[in-house]
T-cell receptor, first 113, second 112 residues
Framework: DGGITQSPKYLFRKEGQNVTLSCEQNLNHDAMYWYRQDPGQGLRLIYYSQIVNDFQKGDIAEGYSVSREKKESFPLTVTSAQKNPTAFYLC????????????FGPGTRLTVL | GQQVMQIPQYQHVQEGEDFTTYCNSSTTLSNIQWYKQRPGGHPVFLIQLVKSGEVKKQKRLTFQFGEAKKNSSLHITATQTTDVGTYFCAGPPSSGNTPLVFGKGTRLSVIA
C-alpha cells in the first residue's frame, strides 16, 4: 500500500526539549517537503529536499533542522530554538519537478507545554 | 517573489447553495493545481489545469484556468456538507526548481 506515513499523530513535549517528527514514503518520490500549519492558516514551507543528501530552507526554517540520508525518509527536528513550536506539521512528497503534484502525509499535531 | 492569492478567505453557505473560490497569481503559471483539506485532515490533490482557458469538471466541481494563465477558479454547485474544508490552489514558481507556491486557502463551511 503506497503512501506517506507520519508518526506520531499527536505529540506532547515540554518547553526546551528537541523533538523529531518522522516522515516516510514508499512512492519512490525524489522530493520531500515539510510544512507547518497553524489553526485556520495556510501552509508554510519549512524545508524541502529534492534529492538524497541535499535539502534547502523554506520560508520559516529558523528553529528547525532536517536530514535526508535515505530517499524514503525526511525527519524534521523541532529544536528548542523554535519560539512557538505548537502547530500541525505536514510532510509531503512529489516527483523532482517543481510542477509535480504533492502527496501529503496525515500530519503530526505537536503541542509544547 | 511570486505570490498566489486566494479569495475569499472564508465562505459560509447554506446547503444547496453554490460556492466559488478564486485564485490569482502575480505571474503567469505553467499550470495550476487544486487541493482540498478536510477539517483535521491533510491536503489531498484534486486536479491540475495546464492549458489556457481550460475547464474541467468533477461531478459538482468545476475548475477553470484563465486565458492569461494567471488566475483560476473552483466552483461547487449545490454544496453538500461533504464539501466542508479548505480549498488551496498552488502553482509552480516563476523561475528555478523550487516547490509549488500555495495560496492561503478558502475555508468553506456548509450549514445544513
Amino acid at each position: 500500500d503506497g503512501g506517506i506515513t507520519q508518526s506520531p499523530k499527536y505529540l506532547f513535549r515540554k518547553e526546551g526539549q528537541n523533538v523529531t517528527l518522522s516522515c516516510e514514503q514508499n512512492l519512490n518520490h525524489d522530493a520531500m517537503y515539510w510544512y507547518r500549519q497553524d489553526p485556520g492558516q495556510g501552509l508554510r514551507l519549512i524545508y524541502y529536499s529534492q534529492i538524497v543528501n541535499d535539502f534547502q530552507k523554506g520560508d520559516i526554517a529558523e528553529g528547525y533542522s532536517v536530514s535526508r540520508e535515505k530517499k524514503e525518509s525526511f525527519p524534521l527536528t523541532v529544536t528548542s530554538a523554535q519560539k512557538n513550536p505548537t502547530a500541525f506539521y505536514l510532510c509531503a512528497s512529489s516527483g523532482r519537478g517543481s510542477t509535480d503534484t504533492q502527496y501529503f502525509g496525515p500530519g503530526t499535531r505537536l503541542t509544547v507545554l | 517573489g511570486q505570490q498566489v492569492m486566494q479569495i475569499p478567505q472564508y465562505q459560509h453557505v447554506q446547503e444547496g447553495e453554490d460556492f466559488t473560490t478564486y485564485c490569482n497569481s502575480s505571474t503567469t503559471l505553467s499550470n495550476i493545481q487544486w487541493y482540498k483539506q478536510r477539517p483535521g485532515g491533510h491536503p489531498v490533490f484534486l486536479i491540475q489545469l495546464v492549458k489556457s482557458g481550460e475547464v474541467k469538471k468533477q461531478k459538482r466541481l468545476t475548475f477553470q484556468f484563465g486565458e492569461a494563465k494567471k488566475n483560476s477558479s473552483l466552483h461547487i454547485t449545490a454544496t453538500q456538507t461533504t464539501d466542508v474544508g479548505t480549498y488551496f490552489c498552488a502553482g509552480p514558481p516563476s523561475s528555478g526548481n523550487t516547490p509549488l507556491v500555495f495560496g492561503k486557502g478558502t475555508r468553506l463551511s456548509v450549514i445544513a
